[in-house]
């Protein structure tokens, strides 16, 4: 038997269960859509993160992304702006009309996350922390799960399982990048884990191409390259002015670079669609 087939026995089933898309607010994340999720990867104050989402709105993404607790390398990085962060979240989010994910590190701290955002982040460093899976399931909200730096599809979906067992199925997995041998980039975007998930898992995909690259420059050509393997979406940093970023800055897109990857992406999806459409005819 493959690789693939064992792991699907171990999975328990789950690879037969019906997909499910992840509803927030009017936005139904999964199969046949393609949301894009973008914004600063720390918010910093209330100009740069009301700048930032707004430019991100007009340029046509759906859900609004801004760390407020951030889980640095460094202790003396900055750490975030903490509860001040997350109600600057939650006023421009209602400003602007637009749902926002942000990321919690600490189990304590899951209830008031969960009361100033939609979509609840478990980053890459705490996708084997446990009591806080259980602990930000239970809250109900949507999780958006990363993979863990080093982790295999079996522990990130088995870390996935975790939320589930909570009774909540609201779950969208995100590939950043894990570590290679390479160091050029931050880290590898493994691009095969797009069509593995879709054929392991019910729950949708979305990749990050800021953290796996580290670079604005290459963000645009990992978009699409994911977007053409399968995914249902993109979590996308951009700051208004990146040369001034607390956190990520160089691989933080300028908005009007941002513009313009949204303007390439809506042709590539919709040819993605006409595709998908023929198949599923030729099959009928
Ligand atoms: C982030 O999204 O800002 C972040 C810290 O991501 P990751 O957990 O993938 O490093
Ligand atoms: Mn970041």
Redesign the pocket.
């Known amino acids: 038997m493959s690789a693939m087939g064992e792991l699907k026995e171990r999975l328990n089933g789950r690879t037969e269960e019906e997909k499910k898309k992840v509803g927030v607010g009017d936005i139904f994340l999964g199969e046949g859509t393609l949301t894009v999720i973008a914004g600063p ?1 720390a918010v910093e104050n209330e100009e740069q993160l009301y700048a930032t989402a707004k430019a991100v709105k007009e340029a046509g993404a759906g859900i609004l ?1 801004g ?1 407020a607790y ?2 640095r390398t460094s202790p003396y990085s900055f750490q975030g702006l903490q509860k001040k962060g997350l109600i600057l979240l939650s006023s421009i989010s209602k400003r602007l009309n637009m749902p926002v994910v942000t ?1 919690v590190v600490d189990p304590r701290d899951v209830e008031m996350v969960a009361c100033y955002c939609d979509i609840l ?1 478990i ?3 705490n996708m084997q922390n446990y009591p806080l899976l259980q602990e930000a399931g239970s809250s109900q909200k949507p999780l958006l799960l ?1 993979r863990g730096l080093s982790a295999t599809i079996e522990e990130w979906l088995l870390a996935a399982e975790y939320i589930v067992q909570t009774g909540n199925k609201k779950i969208i997995l995100c590939e ?1 990048g894990i570590r290679s041998f390479q160091d050029i980039t931050r880290f590898t975007l493994d691009i095969s884990t797009i069509p593995l998930v879709k054929a392991l898992s019910p729950f949708p995909i979305i990749v ?1 191409p800021s ?1 796996c690259s580290g670079d604005r420059e290459l963000v645009p050509a990992i978009a699409q390259g994911a977007i053409a393997a399968g995914a249902h979406g993109l ?1 996308i ?1 951009v700051h208004n002015c990146p040369q001034e970023a607390l956190c ?1 800055g160089a691989q933080s897109m300028t908005p009007e670079g941002f513009k313009t990857l949204m303007d390439d992406l809506i042709p590539l999806s919709q040819y993605l669609k006409r595709q998908e459409k023929k198949r599923v005819k030729a099959i009928i």
């Open positions: 990867c992304r760390g951030k889980p990321e982040q980053g890459a460093r990363k950043r990050d953290h979590i940093e990520d």
